[in-house]
């Protein structure tokens, strides 16, 4: 049985354990979910259900973004060699690139962002805050869609890393990330890109304003203003700014090509709000 969110529509428990059950009823050996929801690894499904309901009918979860990612892969690698068939799957790209195909790329770190973030600043974040968990959450969410935008970008899979205890135990990897969390008020990922010879190490930092500076550019055209930005990117080296050593996933690579192409890339976050990644490397 396959079941289909688009947009903003989110799946609740208690209509996808309703089909579970007349899965079981019917013979059926799965149930399969499309949504925009995230996680964080392979294996996880975005809402929790009652594992007694998947004792004898399997659970498995797709996002869109991942179906959207997978299409242009196998688009780019022409590894689908049957004319009619290939027409067909670039269709289905040119629609799930659409603005209405409901289709919906991971674009908010959610409603407690920006009372998180200051308490973050002001040095009061609390592991038992409700916030402070789901924001931590959902970085590990932005961490799988960056390693899905780097896969579209390369034509290869980038996944997060994760040790094999983490990748199938979601509580016991948020707990010490919610610990790091509230004592540094960083926020840490990794992406692993085949053959290249680490893991790109990702630290969001938000102690650290990294507002840009429009002071020295205010009187200038938009132009000028992100001329400003990117020169300011490229020779941040201090701590909480961009910083990539030199490396094929560092300065030269896809990261880097995001602030080289305009202000929307450089100056915003996918949350909305002008921030970003505060650390960047590759070691």
Request: hydrophobic share 40%; glycine share 12%.
């Given at each position: 049985m396959v079941e289909v969110k688009t947009g903003r529509n989110e799946l609740r428990a208690a209509q996808i354990e309703s089909y579970l059950d007349l899965a079981r009823q019917e013979g059926f050996e799965a149930v399969l979910?499309?949504?925009?929801?995230?996680?964080?690894?392979?294996?996880?499904?975005?809402?929790a259900v009652d594992g007694r309901k998947t004792r004898k009918v399997g659970l498995h979860r797709l996002s869109w973004s991942q179906v959207y990612t997978e299409a242009l892969i196998e688009q780019g690698s022409r590894s689908v060699a049957d004319p009619d068939q290939a027409w067909i799957l670039a269709e289905f790209v040119r629609y799930l690139g659409h603005p209405r195909s409901g289709a919906v790329d991971f674009d908010d770190m959610g409603p407690s962002w920006v009372a998180v973030r200051d308490a973050a600043r002001a040095g009061t974040l609390t592991q038992n805050d409700k916030g402070t968990v789901e924001v931590t959450n959902r970085f590990g969410q932005l961490?799988?869609?960056?390693?899905?935008?780097l896969s579209r970008q390369l034509g290869v899979q980038v996944a997060p890393v994760l040790s094999p205890a983490d990748a199938k135990d979601p509580v016991r990897r948020l707990k010490p990330a919610?610990?790091?969390?509230?004592?540094?008020?960083?926020?840490?990922?990794?992406l692993?890109?085949?053959?290249?010879v680490a893991p790109i190490e990702i630290t969001a930092d938000l102690r650290i304003p990294t507002q840009p500076d429009h002071t020295a550019a205010?009187?200038?055209?938009?132009?000028?203003?992100?001329g400003h930005d990117r020169a300011g990117l490229r020779g941040a080296?201090?701590?909480?700014?961009?910083?990539?050593?030199?490396s094929a996933t560092g300065m030269d690579g896809p990261l880097w090509?995001?602030?080289?192409?305009?202000p929307e890339a450089s100056t915003r976050g996918p949350w909305g709000s002008r921030t970003g990644v505060s650390r960047v490397s590759s070691r």
């Open positions: 979910t499309i949504s925009n929801q995230l996680v964080t690894a392979a294996g996880e499904h975005p809402v961490i799988s869609f960056a390693a899905m935008g919610i610990v790091t969390f509230t004592e540094t008020g960083c926020l840490h990922g990794a692993s890109v085949p053959h290249a205010a009187a200038g055209a938009a132009r000028t203003r992100t080296h201090r701590p909480g700014d961009w910083s990539a050593p030199g090509s995001a602030v080289q192409s305009g």
